[in-house]
């Protein structure tokens, strides 16, 4: 306890109003370091141990965000020494002990830290850990705003973040305001993404060409592999398959059969997203089971989606009551019925290419969760709903 008890009152004298900013890289933890300054701190051999129990605890660590950066070992080899870094930039003890707050249950950042704005800069803003400035106005939300009014601010606010070595600006100016568009543009904004309530746009100052991320690229998408296996009443076993015929999109009017499936909402899990798609479109309820695979298409088309990328997830689902009544969604589905695997595996789009290797995974996973008692014990093919989110 004492031991414990000292190393935080050392870290709590280095991070004195300051927040660190650990960020993980392949096979270490660094740390982004910010042009506000570093400490360090570098523990003997007899502090060594408390120091690894303290680290392996996770609100202490994100606490202060020190994590071990460099160990020395004496010629034994013991380690004789363990060094610990944190970056530093100009914030309160306060926010610094929020740092838990960022992290979930399973220790994933969550949310990025707020930095504070750049002094004297006319429009609200704040800045984040990669030294961008994130405008926050609300002169950017009025349509009462003027495009000369906006010029001038946006003019002596990009001359501030220059000279305060600001590498981009992330500019989000509603609807009601898109008159402005054309003056951030001319003040060498991009637009970068647009939603129906806004458009971001972006501004590049740091070295060489931007390294800001691109807008939206892929969708993500889910097809449900319903599997029943149904008893006879001789005896036997038959596997049957949930399947759909569109009445509209690409696979309409074809007579093609399908598994049920569509995009993912936004926020919404896989899981959820699957169970939600088989229920809509053939009020049949089943509960995820396993993510099978994970497809991947860069030849999306459709207005909307040039140059986007699908990300199709084949999911295992298990019918709630087997033999489920099917009820197609009238809006968007032609057909919906429980069908025999021997006899979708005969239909010719399903001999070879994508739809028999999707077939052919869904059951591979299926048999294997079945001799595995429903996924009891042992480590399975696919991902579970836990390992999945």
């Not at 994130?134 to 000279?163: C, G, H, P, Y």
């Amino acid at each position: 306890k004492m031991e414990r008890a000292r190393f935080l009152a050392v870290m709590t004298r280095i991070c004195s109003n300051a927040m660190v900013l650990p960020v993980l890289v392949p096979a270490a933890f660094a740390f982004k370091l910010p042009l506000r300054g570093r400490a360090a701190l570098t523990l003997s051999q007899r502090e060594f141990a408390t120091a690894i129990t303290v680290c392996k605890s996770l609100p202490v660590t994100t606490q202060f965000g020190i994590l071990p950066t460099y160990s020395a070992r004496s010629h034994s080899g013991r380690i004789s020494r363990l060094s610990f870094a944190a970056s530093m930039s100009t914030a309160s003890a306060e926010e610094g002990s929020k740092a838990t707050d960022n992290f979930d249950k399973n220790g994933r950042i969550q949310r990025s830290f707020t930095l504070p704005p750049i002094p004297g800069v006319p429009l609200q803003h704040h800045t984040d850990r990669y030294n961008s400035a994130v405008v926050e106005d609300e002169i950017l939300n009025s349509s009462s705003t003027t495009r000369e009014e906006f010029k001038q601010l946006l003019e002596e606010s990009v001359t501030k973040w220059k000279a305060a070595n600001v590498r981009a600006v992330w500019l989000r100016i509603a609807t009601e305001a898109s008159e402005l568009i054309p003056e951030a543009i001319a003040q060498g904004f991009s637009p970068h993404h647009a939603a129906p309530d806004h458009v971001t746009l972006t501004a590049w100052f740091g070295n060489g060409n931007s390294r800001l991320p691109g807008g939206p690229s892929h969708f993500v998408g889910v097809a449900g592999f319903v599997l029943d296996r149904v008893t006879c009443a001789n005896g036997s076993v038959t596997d049957k398959v949930l399947v759909i015929q569109e009445k509209s999109g690409p696979a309409a009017g074809i007579g093609l059969w399908k598994l049920p499936g569509g995009l993912v909402d936004p926020k919404e899990d896989i899981a959820t997203a699957a169970e939600r798609e088989v229920r809509e479109e053939t009020g049949v309820e089943a509960d995820f089971q396993r993510l099978c695979s994970i497809l991947e298409n860069h030849n999306v088309r459709g207005p909307g989606r040039e140059g986007t990328t699908d990300l199709f997830c084949l999911c295992f689902l298990r019918p709630r009551h087997s033999g489920a009544r099917v009820t197609k969604q009238e809006e968007e589905i032609s057909e919906c019925r429980w069908m025999d695997v021997e006899e979708l595996k005969s239909m010719p789009m399903f001999q070879a290419g994508v739809l028999r290797r999707m077939l052919d995974t869904g059951l591979a996973v299926a048999e294997e969760e079945e001799r595995r008692g429903g996924g009891a014990g042992g480590r399975g093919q696919g991902l579970t709903r836990e390992e999945v989110e």
